[in-house]
């Protein structure tokens, strides 16, 4: 199995973009939406929903106000400043631990499960689809992200599909780590700003910590010259493949308001990188989901994320 | 007065916001400036902050003393994120899954767990340009970024007009910067995606009660459904920033816009007096 998944660090700097841009070129595929938090690859797809289903990650704490007495052990224990004065327990500070359910002594508390957000999958013109959305305020991206991933894999067994493309998040915390587990290779989206080059050498260094092959796309390279070149210079200097340039283009915010994929606007230099950008990328891939690929062969270090 | 900066999607435009709203305000009133991105922070790119003060955010991580553990499984059974296991004589820690909440300790019927300390990412303090400056920094490689932005916020002052750049997104980490401010900035840009992702964040900024206010990035390009959203939503539009390539270049190299165009400074200046007003209704 192939997959092949968009990180940038910095939010903003194409991922979606060049996902459905993948999405539309690569035959014989599954989609899958890993950006729980703000889910947005569906919009350039024209979905058909499918399936659906409720996702309980968590558990919270619920105190009994009529079997507790006050004590304030519950408060004193835990970590996450969850308890109120009062001994009520915030839903969106607790973390589910039950270490106040442990020090409780009148048995006043229970964890129960919550429905954190929704999972779905989907028919599109381009191959199935498998997304979520986390509820306003809820937590546990990262699980989320792993329950995408399975369902992304299931769709791929079900429809004999070799290759997966998969949106990440911004950022380099719980939720990236667990899309970033298990992937075949990465693509680092990122664009010529000091900005760009500090959050590509930490979203770098996330990937390579989990051992998984990278590769570069600089997207509206022609903003800054200079650090389009110091971006390049750093590519270099760490042995990341440079896929492609992107170059700024307004028909690439122009179909995002509209939702289609620049690569099939005609005359746009963006949709023409683009589509270069895949060609170099299956290029690199020599055994690029070939049938009878044995599926973990590629299969890298499992990474684990908490929440 | 504390204004969060935030925004749904990645890459609208907060830092270019938050960092000119500090500098702007800064004129006429003590202001401090928190980058509470601690998985990207960029803060520190466009005001060069002298830190005087660095710490470390530490998770605290169970230590299984072998010699006094009895193999009874009760840490393994109590842990809800499945950090703890019984392989064979063994109890195995899997430190990457833990939250340090320390309810094995709590647990253990022996008191056979003590815990011990893993840095997470540091809180750093100092001085930028006349503002009081925070920021909080997740290690490479950690996935908890919680506990560092709760951190950096203990470092708000009460007297100071706060200014706190948020990561993008609906998640925990944005949650946790959202909570207990009086007015969240909502940064956005005129495409289908800026306008899906305005909403996840707007819906998690009522549900902590937070009042919101919308500044539309690149504005001109796209469409205008952004704006058509807020008028139904009834959330106030309090600046539009065009898309421009001088605008883009200042960016690249660490220009903070009030100092590239300076005619922004007037603007944030009054955007100040505005969001005051979007508190107070």
Redesign the interface.
């Known amino acids: 199995m192939t997959e092949v998944l968009f990180l ?6 194409g991922k ?1 973009s060049l996902a459905g841009a993948f999405a539309v070129l690569m035959d014989e595929k599954v989609l899958a939406d890993c ?4 889910a ?1 690859l569906h ?1 350039l797809l024209a979905p058909r929903l499918v399936d659906e289903g409720n996702y309980e990650g968590s ?1 919270a704490a619920e105190v009994s106000p009529d079997r507790c007495t006050g004590c304030g052990r519950c408060r004193e ?1 835990c ?3 969850a308890v109120s004065a009062e001994f009520r327990i915030d839903p ?2 607790c ?5 106040c359910l ?2 409780c002594p009148a048995g006043a508390i229970d ?1 129960v499960p919550r429905v954190s957000g929704r999972w779905f999958t989907a028919a599109t013109c381009f191959g199935p689809l498998a997304s979520a959305e ?1 509820y ?7 699980k989320l992200v792993s329950l995408v991933k399975q369902k992304a894999r299931a769709l791929a067994e079900d429809g004999r599909l070799e290759r997966i493309v998969l949106d990440g ?10 899309s970033v587990s298990g992937v075949t290779s990465a693509i680092l989206v990122t ?5 760009g080059l ?2 590509l050498e ?1 979203i770098l ?2 990937v390579r ?1 989990f051992g998984i092959p990278a590769y570069l796309v600089v997207n ?1 390279a022609d ?2 010259l ?2 389009a070149e110091r971006l390049e210079t750093f590519a270099a200097d760490h042995n990341l493949p440079l896929l492609g340039r992107i170059p ?1 283009d ?1 028909a690439v ?2 179909c ?4 289609r994929s620049v690569v099939n606007e005609k005359h746009s230099p963006a949709g023409e990188a683009m589509r270069a950008i895949y060609q170099r990328f299956v290029e690199l891939q020599s055994d690029f989901g070939t049938a009878g690929d044995e599926p973990t062969s590629h299969r890298v270090r499992e990474g ?4 | 007065m504390r204004v969060a900066v935030a925004s749904g999607k990645g890459g609208t435009g907060k830092t270019t916001v938050a960092v000119s709203l500090a500098l702007a305000l800064a004129e006429t009133q003590p202001v401090q400036l928190l980058d509470c991105d601690v998985e990207e922070p960029n803060v520190h790119l466009f005001v060069r902050p002298e830190i005087a003060a660095t710490r470390s955010v530490d998770k605290l991580l169970p230590r299984v003393n072998e010699a006094v553990c009895q193999r009874c499984g009760a840490c393994v059974r109590a842990c809800e994120f499945h950090a703890l296991g019984l392989l064979g004589d063994h109890i195995l820690a899997f430190p990457e899954l833990c939250h340090g909440c320390g309810r094995c300790v709590l647990v253990c019927p022996h008191g056979a767990i003590d815990e011990v300390a893993h840095s997470l990412g540091t809180v750093e303090t100092g001085t930028a340009r006349g503002l009081l400056y925070g920021q909080g920094t997740l290690n490479v490689g950690e996935a908890m970024a919680t506990p560092i932005i709760r951190e950096l916020k203990r470092e708000i002052r009460p007297e100071f007009t706060v200014v706190l750049d948020a990561p993008p997104g609906t998640g925990c980490p944005a949650i946790a910067v959202l909570r207990g401010v009086d007015v969240a900035l909502l940064v956005t840009e005129p495409t289908s995606f800026g306008l899906h992702d305005l909403a996840a964040a707007v819906g998690v900024a009522r549900t902590l009660d937070v009042p919101v206010a919308v500044i539309l990035n690149r504005a001109g390009v796209g469409d205008d459904r952004v704006e058509a959203y807020c008028a139904d939503e009834e959330i106030p539009l309090l600046m539009k920033i065009p898309f421009d390539r001088a605008i883009a270049a200042s960016y690249a190299v660490g220009t903070p816009l009030v100092d590239a165009l300076p005619e922004w400074r007037e603007r944030f200046a009054a955007l100040g007096k505005r969001l005051e007003a979007v508190m107070a209704r």
Do not use: M
């Open positions: 940038s660090g910095k939010g903003g700097t979606t950006d729980v938090d703000a947005n919009l558990k224990v970590r996450f400043d969106f500070l973390e589910g631990c039950g270490a442990t020090a964890l986390l306003p305020g809820e937590e546990t991206s990262g998040s911004p950022g380099i915390g719980c939720p990236v780590i667990a664009e010529p700003s000091l900005s500090h959050d930490r260094g996330v910590h509206k903003l800054s200079e650090l700024y307004e915010l122009q995002l308001a509209t939702g684990k994320s908490t929440t």
